[in-house]
Every structure is written in C-alpha cells, then in structure tokens.
Nanobody, 124 residues
C-alpha cells in the first residue's frame, strides 16, 4: 500500500523560496516514477516535475523557463523534494506528490495514479 505525505507548504512573499517534501512508504523507491503536480484555484491540476527510477528529472514547460524549481530526492529514494525559488503569485496552488505504478515515460502526467493529500503554497 503506497502512501505519499507532503509537507513544507505555507505562505511566502513574492520572490521568496520554499522547499516541499514528499515522504513515500509502502513500495520500492526505485520501482516507480514520482512527481510533483499543482492545482491553482479554478484551474486543472498540472504536472510540474517528475523523476524516473534511474534519476532522470523532467520539468514541465511551465516551470522549466528561469529554472526556478528544482526536484531532488534523497539517497534512500523515499523522500522527494521540490525547491521553489523566486516564487510569484502564479505559483499559488495546492501542490501534490504523486507516483506512477506502471512502466512508462515519467513525463506522461496521465500515468500518475497514487496521490498525496497535498500541501498549500500561497504567494503574496
């Protein structure tokens, strides 16, 4: 039974930084894609960044420009992070950690089917 628990959200001023964490349990950290998604008020959930079992990291076009976001994970591959720098109001959203339990491309956002409860990020 895979469980994902996010933390690290909160309120931050524009131009500031936050680091989100996602702790995974109940599966082998090398077996699945993991990723970060976000859903802003009134908008659909969108993929932000993902990491393959082999450590290849991909970013959605919405965050790739400016390189403001950085995905990483610890050596045990059970905790994933999203470092958010120089945030702006458009980054306000609920951020979700997710995992894909079937083989395939980690930048196919539709494959992710295990979700955490989310952590709110508010930029003012």
């Amino acid at each position: 039974h895979v469980q994902l628990v996010e933390s690290g959200g909160g309120s931050v001023e524009a131009g500031g930084s936050l680091r989100l964490s996602c702790a995974a349990s109940g599966y082998s950290g090398t077996a699945y894609c993991m990723g970060w998604f976000r859903q802003a008020p009134g908008k659909e959930r969108e993929g932000v960044a993902g990491i393959s079992p082999g450590g290849i990291i991909i970013y959605d076009d919405s965050v790739r420009r400016g390189r403001r976001f950085t995905l990483s994970r610890d050596s045990t591959k059970t905790t994933m992070y999203l470092q958010m720098n120089n945030v702006n109001a458009e980054d306000t959203a609920m951020y979700y950690c997710a995992a894909a339990l079937t083989p395939g491309s980690c930048n196919d956002w539709s494959r992710y089917n295990i979700w955490g409860q989310g952590t709110q990020v508010t930029v003012s």
